[in-house]
């Protein structure tokens, strides 16, 4: 049975430590290698007010990890050092684990394994998309991108946003929590984020992309200023 189990991390490093937070960008995924069951990982800055920003934003931050188990992430969220650490020196922190249901695409050469798991009929799913955007087609991107964010900020059914990436202007993902499949599809299938995603593969924007939907197992903590609790 495939138990394949992500982590997502979303920290808002407080003023008093940001040489810290800063630390993690050097380190990179080097605290997290030991971590019983880790396939993957990803350190992760964020846009400007935790958005999807060509501006950089010099608190928030993040971590993207995929253990084998359900039982090493619960491992991982309830007694890893480095969760703790990113706990200590943050204003904000949100932890989420998720179960996969559907994905297509790689991230670093990595893909996602689906559960044998259809989207939950009710209560809430998240969904993770990330690209490497061409530098030639960054522009025309980025010119898609504002709409559909302006958008997501109006849009019913949404929980939780946050704008993340490896590095800024080109390497760029969104990760979402919605209270159903319902939500995210209204949100998905129309206005400014239906035109962004046709001109993205109409027009090749992207040297590779990743688009996935989960289960959610849990999600806690705050997020600007918003508290979520999911069990």
């Not at 084998?68 to 619960?74: E, G």
């Not at 800024?168 to 969104?174: F, H, K, N, S």
């Not at 599809?185 to 995603?197: D, F, M, N, R, V």
Request: glycine fraction near 8%; include cysteine; charged fraction near 15%.
């Amino acid at each position: 049975m495939n138990d394949q189990t992500a982590v997502l991390g979303l920290i808002d490093i407080a003023s008093n430590s940001r040489g810290w937070g800063f630390l993690r960008y050097i380190l990179g995924t080097s605290p997290f290698q030991n971590s019983p069951g880790l396939q993957f990982c990803k350190v992760l800055g964020s846009g400007f007010n935790g958005g999807f920003s060509t501006k950089p934003s010099l608190s928030k931050q993040g971590f993207f990890c995929v253990f084998d188990s359900t039982h090493n992430a619960a491992r991982f969220v309830e007694s890893s050092a480095i969760v703790k650490a990113y706990q200590e020196h943050a204003h904000e922190f949100f932890l989420a684990s998720v179960q996969a249901y559907s994905s297509r695409g790689s991230w670093s050469g990595f893909s996602m394994s689906c559960s044998n798991l259809n989207p939950p009929e009710n209560g809430p799913i998240a969904s993770l998309t990330r690209a490497s955007i061409k530098p030639s087609k960054a522009r025309q991107f980025w010119a898609k991108a504002k709409p559909a964010e302006d958008a997501i900020t109006l849009a019913s059914g949404k929980i939780l946003t946050a704008g993340v990436g490896e590095a800024p202007y080109l390497r760029q993902a969104t990760f979402t929590i919605w209270d159903n499949a319902q939500s995210l599809e209204q949100y998905a299938q129309q206005g400014a984020h239906l035109s962004a995603i046709k001109a993205a593969y109409g027009q090749s924007y992207f040297s590779e992309s990743m688009f996935t939907r989960f289960r959610v197992l849990k999600a806690q903590g705050i997020w600007q200023g918003k508290h979520v609790q999911i069990s």
